[in-house]
């Protein structure tokens, strides 16, 4: 891996983050910082030359058609696409100032959780779903697991629903309370970033609402990066917005300008739905 | 519009826990490559004993193969007081009960698999299937048991009505003793064809609505449906089946050996007693005499083997390119 | 007037066809249901007591049981799984979690060759590999007969239960920083247990039924097996020494012995469904 300086990056959000010439905004130091990054699914090049920051304790989105990369950019963060036999990554990540592939995988998505697009609980009881992450940590004492396991479906927004079952199966349970589930599932490891890939796709427009709710909530914890296909969702809960086109990031900038007054006429026809 | 005022802030944290050297414990349980070498372990270790059963038959036939060569299959006479071993008799006998319980079994099968994939309602269907399965769960020796007790003495009454109207045809004349060729083919056609109707039902169910339906728009019957579109489509998986039902009926042992009448002869009569290769073995294995015995026995164990591996091979073969197919048989 | 379409010979040969194939159904369930009745007739009407407390009586006498049979059976079935199973189990696990591409291809294919491999041919190769350096038919070889024998159908069904359980219950455990290897053995195989369960059930019944590969290793025994290391009786065995004897009292206990046998195999195959259906219910709620 090559050295990396952050000033090299300047070209990439000059652009991306692009400020009135009066206004000076100051970032949030960067939670992950992609330089030059291209992705691989064998022969197939799915990220091409990207450049980011994501800001720490920030909402990020990114939106775009199907098969545009933003799914493979979320899964890359936490290194999941490296289960995927065939690919290869090109480029440098940082999480905060480290090189992100230099720890065990394993370590890293502990700091960095993820939740999926389908509600995807374990065939265990609710209570073991949440407490699963952290009885894989070795630390973390027995006795303290019921504390955080509570704290989590609080913070989850699902306590209040699930606290007499606790012991029962997590299948028997709505399809929204199960991602809301996961999401504490993930949150119980008390992760720095949480990835959110169309954590709502699958759900109704009540449950959205919940788990978009649950992430103002959660936002002082950590960093969210969402993927989302809805516009509207992400417009609601972002604060910065990436747009990605056929595995380039096209537009990276604050919600309210990409939806209001994008840059990039790519972004504008995208917004209005002239493609995608 | 500028783009210059964006203040980049220095970093000022480190990510918790990421410099946490891990122990050797926890190394350990998240120890991939021990899984993964231990499991691969598990999984050669099926390639080994392939190997190592191979390896045997070949070298402990070695000194029949050597004395004997490709006449050893073709040779009538099974001599073990003289030393003089020709299977002949054996591999007629093997190969004549074997097509009989296909010939009787196909049909059947077929005919039932239609039925049960094609017009009984589906709960019906899957309950008889069950049942039809269970069939395949009998040990082997309890059909020899059935065959002995049950449907020799049945054959006793009816064969020979049979033979007083039919007894002019070769295959059919001869004294009947009640063991023969013919009650082993039942008792394997009986065995075999719960694999024609479980893997062929399967299949039949497997074929799509769009290929019934193009025919069904141009006003054919149900039956022309099923027999010019249906198993055409399906004719893959169902020739599967019935090469696995073939190997089944190739190397079945207890059931043949206790209806067959273990007489190394060739008879036209399929109501003459006879001899299988499977029975052969199972009989003479524990009480050969000498090496040589012996090891013609294991070379008839090899032939088997052999025979069976490609029938198997083929079988397999098919049902694979049906996609989607998981058979266990 | 136009004639009606199909044309009527048409349909008289669909009603035939359709008739035919009832005909076929209730021809082999017909035949299931005498096999079965018949056996439980028989075999329930020959049964006693001394059947399952005594060893056999001396040629020609009557009583005596198979007691010596059944404990051997119970032998063979415990070291068999103790030799099929960790090893189909371990194979399922690597063809379904980490083979891949040709591997993957060989060893399942291989598999479901040596699954059909005959019976008999599986005796030879447990005899010249194990009898003949010992001198001696024993339990032991009987065993290892049988074991080697279960491999297939344990290690095929463990993966295709695995293989069913969906990529997202693994990618979720990876994402809360488990290894692959604790995400398979913490997540993956509890989700499939009841599955797995039940293939190595059905396996067992099946291996339980055998005769073929213990006529040449176990071999048989009229008494209680002195060891591991000496022959044994087995049920399979007995039914078949029994049947193709000529005394009336050795038939009836053959049709004993078929009864209990076949009676276990059918109570273990309906009890590993239920097992599964169980299973199928906890996971969907």
């Keep these: 891996m090559k050295p990396f300086d952050l000033r090299q990056l300047s070209k990439a959000h000059e652009v991306r983050f692009s400020v009135d010439a009066e206004t000076e905004e100051k970032l949030p130091w960067p939670q992950f910082t992609v330089a030059d990054l291209n992705f691989f699914y064998g022969a197939h090049q799915a990220l091409k030359g990207i450049n980011l920051i994501v800001p720490n304790k920030r909402v990020m989105a990114f939106i775009g058609p199907s098969g545009c990369g933003k799914t493979t950019l979320l899964r890359t963060f936490n290194r999941m696409n490296e289960i995927i036999p065939g690919t290869r990554v090109e480029g440098s990540i940082r999480l905060g100032d480290k090189d992100l592939f230099s720890f065990p995988a394993t370590t890293l998505r502990r700091v960095v959780g993820m939740v999926f697009q389908k509600p995807s609980p374990f065939p265990k009881s609710i209570f073991d779903n949440v407490a699963y992450g952290l009885r894989l940590d070795p630390a973390i004492r027995r006795s303290e697991i019921a504390d955080k396991v509570e704290q989590s479906l609080r913070r989850a927004a699902l306590w209040d629903e699930v606290k007499d079952k606790l012991h029962q199966s997590a299948n028997g349970i709505s399809g929204g309370q199960q991602q809301r589930l996961c999401i504490a599932r993930a949150l119980a490891v008390e992760p720095e970033v949480l990835l959110l890939d169309e954590p709502c796709s699958a759900l109704d427009p009540l449950s959205t609402a919940k788990i978009e709710d649950l992430l103002f909530e959660i936002k002082d914890l950590c960093t969210i990066v969402i993927v989302t296909h809805n516009m509207l969702q992400a417009a609601r809960v972002a604060d910065y917005v990436g747009f990605f086109l056929n595995g380039e990031l096209i537009e990276l900038n604050r919600a309210k300008q990409i939806f209001q007054n994008p840059e990039m006429q790519q972004t504008q026809d995208y917004i209005t739905g002239r493609f995608g | 519009m500028a783009k210059a005022a964006l203040v980049i802030p220095e970093i000022p944290f480190q990510s918790r826990g990421l410099d946490r050297k891990q122990t050797w414990w926890e190394r350990l349980r998240k120890g991939d490559e021990v899984v993964h070498l231990i499991t691969l372990a598990g999984g050669w270790s099926i390639l080994v004993i392939t190997a190592l059963l191979v390896q045997h038959l070949w070298v402990y036939s070695r000194l029949s193969r050597h004395a004997f060569g490709w006449h050893f299959l073709v040779d009538s006479t099974w001599d073990p007081v003289n030393g003089v071993f020709g299977a002949w008799p054996f591999v007629y006998g093997t190969v004549v009960t074997s097509l009989l319980a296909l010939a009787i079994s196909i049909p059947i099968g077929l005919g039932s698999a ?121 004719r893959q998986g169902i020739m599967g089946s019935i090469f696995l039902s073939l190997a089944r009926a190739l190397g079945e042992t207890m059931a043949v050996t206790m209806v067959i009448g273990n007489v190394a002869q060739v008879s036209t009569s399929l109501m003459a007693p006879g001899y299988t290769i499977a029975a052969v073995i199972a009989n003479e294995f524990t009480e050969a005499t000498g090496d040589l015995y012996l090891h013609a026995l294991i070379e008839l164990g090899l032939v088997l083997f052999a025979v069976t591996m490609i029938f198997n091979a083929l079988a397999r073969l098919l049902m694979l390119t049906m996609k989607g197919h998981e058979v266990v048989g | 007037m136009r004639a009606s379409y199909p044309p009527l010979s048409r349909k008289i040969t669909n009603a035939l066809m359709l008739a035919l194939t009832g005909l076929c159904t209730v021809l082999v369930l017909s035949v299931l249901l005498t096999i079965l009745g018949y056996l439980f007739w028989k075999g329930a009407s020959s049964l006693n007591i001394d059947f399952f407390t005594k060893n056999p009586a001396p ?186 004897s000529p005394y009336d009292e050795w038939h009836r206990q053959a049709w004993a012995a078929g009864f209990v046998l076949l009676s276990g195999l059918l109570a273990v195959s309906v009890i590993s469904r239920l097992i599964l259906a169980r299973g199928k219910k906890l996971s969907h709620g």
């Design chain 3, 59 to 244: 040629v020609g006498q009557s009583g005596g049981g198979v007691k010596n049979a059944m404990v051997g059976t119970l032998k063979l079935l415990t070291l068999a799984s103790a030799i099929g199973v960790p090893i189909g189990l371990l194979g399922g696990i690597y063809l379904s979690e980490f083979a891949g591409g040709w591997s993957a291809f060989t060893i399942r294919y291989t598999t479901d060759l040596l699954n059909g491999v005959p019976s008999v041919v599986m005796g030879i190769f447990v005899y010249t590999l194990v009898v003949l350096p010992m001198h001696h038919f024993s339990t032991l070889a009987g065993g290892i007969a049988l074991g080697i024998m279960m491999i297939p159908i344990a290690l095929r069904s463990t993966e295709d239960f695995l293989r069913a359980v969906p990529r997202s219950l693994r990618e979720g455990g990876l994402a809360l920083g488990a290894s692959k290897s604790e995400t398979i053995f913490t997540i993956v195989i509890p989700a499939a247990i009841y599955g797995i369960i039940t293939g190595i059930l059905l396996d067992i019944a099946r291996v339980a039924g055998e005769t073929a590969p213990l006529l040449f290793t176990a071999f048989g025994n009229l008494f209680d097996s002195r060891g591991w290391m000496h022959p044994t009786a087995s049920l399979p065995v007995v039914i078949y020494n029994y049947a193709i």
């Design chain 2, 114 to 234: 239609i039925f049960l994939a094609e017009l009984a309602p589906r709960k019906l269907s899957n309950a008889l299937t069950f049942l039809i399965e269970l069939l395949a769960a009998v040990p082997s020796v309890i059909y020899g048991l059935i065959g002995i007790f049950l449907l020799i003495p049945v054959l006793f009454t009816v064969v020979p009505y049979f033979q007083k109207y039919f007894g002019w045809i070769p295959v059919f004349n001869g004294t009947f003793y009640g063991v023969s060729y013919f009650s082993a083919s039942i008792v394997l056609s009986i065995m075999v064809v719960p694999f024609i109707i479980s893997i062929s039902r399967e299949v039949l169910i497997a074929v799509p609505v769009s290929q019934r339906e193009a025919m069904m728009a141009l006003g054919a019957t149900k039956w022309d449906v099923t027999w010019r579109a249906v198993v055409p489509y399906a």
